[in-house]
């Protein structure tokens, strides 16, 4: 969905008050409705990662009691990469442009663009699930050689994850001149 797309789906769906409002503040409320639309799915995104790292330390412990060692260092990296990732989600950037900027105002285009790029990380948390899902089955059948493998699976996955989380923040701003 284009950003244009996006903006009008959001008008659309609001009320005539809404939309009188958003005549008279300049497009003011479109804004807010994007920031806010954004900010419930970042939510949802950390809700589920936080689960998924529950998960996976749980996953660690039965590997410490099972005396599988040799891949601590691993299940610890994943473990603080999770961390590191949800608290980026958590508090990622909103969109707010200050009155005196220099860099000026973010725009609705700018917004919807994000909100899109947000929606788009979907399939990435879906990918994450699967692997860690996949790493829980294999703990409790103490496949511990597959478990390993997909130790650094899911390493690689949050990693990347990570990679186009960071992406969003030149999306507020692009490089145009």
């Known amino acids: 969905m284009t950003e244009r797309e996006t903006v009008e789906k959001v008008k659309d769906r ?9 005549f008279f503040t300049l497009g003011y409320g479109t804004k807010e409705d ?20 529950y998960q996976w330390t749980d996953v660690y412990l039965v590997a410490l009691e099972a005396g599988v060692t040799d891949s601590s ?10 961390d590191r990732v949800m608290e980026k989600v958590r508090h990622a950037d909103y969109g707010y442009a200050g009155l005196l900027d220099r860099k000026g105002h973010i725009r ?21 699930k699967a692997a860690v899902n996949k790493t829980v089955n294999e703990a409790e059948a103490e496949n511990w050689t597959a478990v390993k493998t997909e130790v650094k699976d899911t390493k690689k996955l ?11 923040e030149k999306l507020f701003r692009p490089l145009e001149v």
Do not use: M, P
């Open 14 to 22: 609001r009320g005539i008050i809404h939309k009188i409002q958003d």
């Open 34 to 53: 994007l920031r806010e639309l954004n900010k419930k799915l970042r939510d949802l995104y950390y809700e589920e990662l936080r689960d998924l790292r």
């Open 73 to 82: 260092s691993d299940f610890k990296k994943v473990t603080q990469v999770f």
């Open 108 to 128: 609705d285009d700018e917004l919807a663009r994000v909100f899109n790029h947000d929606k788009g990380v979907n399939d990435e948390i879906a990918n994450l």
């Open 158 to 168: 949050l990693l990347d994850f990570e990679d186009k989380w960071d992406e969003r």
